[in-house]
Structure formats: structure tokens, C-alpha cells
């Protein structure tokens, strides 16, 4: 199965079009969007153009999706929301967690952190491939260079039960792919040299991750 991966769209129709073109011609079996879809307005408007491409379209929010996405997502029946859930695609289950909250040095899935941790670690296994917004803490998270703004709880909880894979996003500048153990990182977040990544699974397991 052929995966393809991107993050912070912001709503932005020139960051789609990238992806559509890209869609045929990685010939992706599915979509996975971890978050930043729209930017905070209108989200409905870029929600209907994922709805309408020819593959299924796994989705969570970011910090710039308003929580009101979760109810939009209804609408939209080719978009799959998939916060805390299992969803299980050619016998490859994915898990998402919806949310980042940037501070200072420093990011968080949402103010209980810890709380939606606990709620997610029982659907994971070695095999899933996690979806969330932010990256780990130290891992595809760099600002500007200098210092790391991803999420620690999320670090501990990849090193607890080691995912095959996390795709995660929200550091525009630090695309790229990092190894937690046995788990691969890959932040597919959207920028000027960047569209993405592609995820080749061969039976269940991560055969190939490049980045496009």
C-alpha cells in the first residue's frame, strides 16, 4: 500500500494543487493529513476539495483547525477523522490525536496532555502508524535551528510502545525523517522545497519513507 503523507496546508488552494498533482503521480492508495488543514476560517471550503479526490483521506486537527472541524468532518464523508481511533486500512491500523498547543520551547498535544496519552496508548501496537500534529520532543521538531519545540509526553509515549511509524507536521522547517528506537518519524509538513512523503507498506510493514 502506498502512503502519502502531508501536514499544514493552511487552507492554502496552492499547497492542494501540489498535493492533487502529486496524489496521481505517486499513485497513493490513500491520503493522511496530520493537521493544519485550514487556517482557522472557512475550513469547510478546503474540506469539500479533499472530499472530492479519488482516494480515502485520513484526517486530524492542528492548532489551526477550530474544534468545530471535528463536526465539519461529518459532511465530508471521504474525509475520516481518526482521533482516538483505530482504523485499520489493508490491515495497517492507524491511530491520530487531534491538537497541538505551541509554547515556549516547547509543544503539547492539548492542556491534559498526559490524560489523551493514556486514552491513545492502549490502541497501539509495533505495527500502527501514529498521526499527530506535533513531532516528539528532539526529534524533526527544530525552530529556526536552535531549539526544539515537540511534545515530551509524546517522546515517552513512542518510546513506551514503539509504533512502526509517526507522521506528524507543525515545524515547517524541520521536514524530515528521525528513528526513535525501532519507530520511524517523518514530518511531512508543507514548505517551499517540501511537499510530503511517501509511505510504501509491504505486507503491513514500512517497506520504504521518502520524502518528496
Known amino acids: 500500500m502506498r502512503v502519502y503523507a502531508v501536514a499544514d ?17 505517486l499513485k497513493a492508495d490513500i491520503l493522511v493529513l496530520a493537521g493544519d488543514i485550514s487556517n482557522f476560517t472557512k475550513p469547510g471550503k478546503i474540506l469539500s476539495r479533499f472530499n472530492a479526490l479519488p482516494v480515502p483521506v485520513l484526517v486530524i486537527r492542528g492548532n489551526s483547525d477550530l474544534k468545530r472541524v471535528d463536526h465539519l468532518f461529518t459532511a465530508f464523508p471521504n474525509c475520516i477523522p481518526i482521533h482516538a481511533l483505530c482504523t485499520n486500512i489493508r490491515s495497517i491500523p492507524f491511530v491520530g490525536i487531534n491538537g497541538t498547543l505551541p509554547i515556549p520551547f516547547r509543544s503539547r498535544i492539548c492542556f491534559f496532555e498526559k490524560m ?16 499527530t500534529h506535533t513531532p516528539p520532543y528532539g526529534y524533526q521538531d527544530l525552530v529556526m535551528g536552535r531549539y526544539h519545540a515537540g511534545s ?60 518528496i
Not at 116 to 131: A, D, G, M
Open 116 to 131: 489523551r496519552l493514556q486514552k491513545i496508548e492502549p490502541l497501539l501496537s509495533t505495527q500502527t502508524v501514529l498521526v
Open 9 to 25: 496546508i493552511h487552507g492554502k488552494n496552492e499547497r492542494f494543487e501540489r498535493i492533487r498533482d502529486n496524489l496521481s503521480d
Open 152 to 211: 515530551m509526553g509524546l517522546l515517552k509515549l513512542i518510546k513506551k510502545s514503539q509504533p512502526q511509524v509517526v507522521i506528524c507536521g507543525h515545524i515547517h522547517e524541520d521536514d524530515g525523517i528521525s528513528t526513535i528506537g525501532k519507530t520511524r518519524v517523518v514530518n511531512c509538513a508543507l514548505n517551499r522545497s517540501s511537499t510530503g512523503a511517501l509511505l510504501v507498506f509491504k505486507s503491513g510493514n514500512l517497506a520504504t519513507l521518502d520524502m
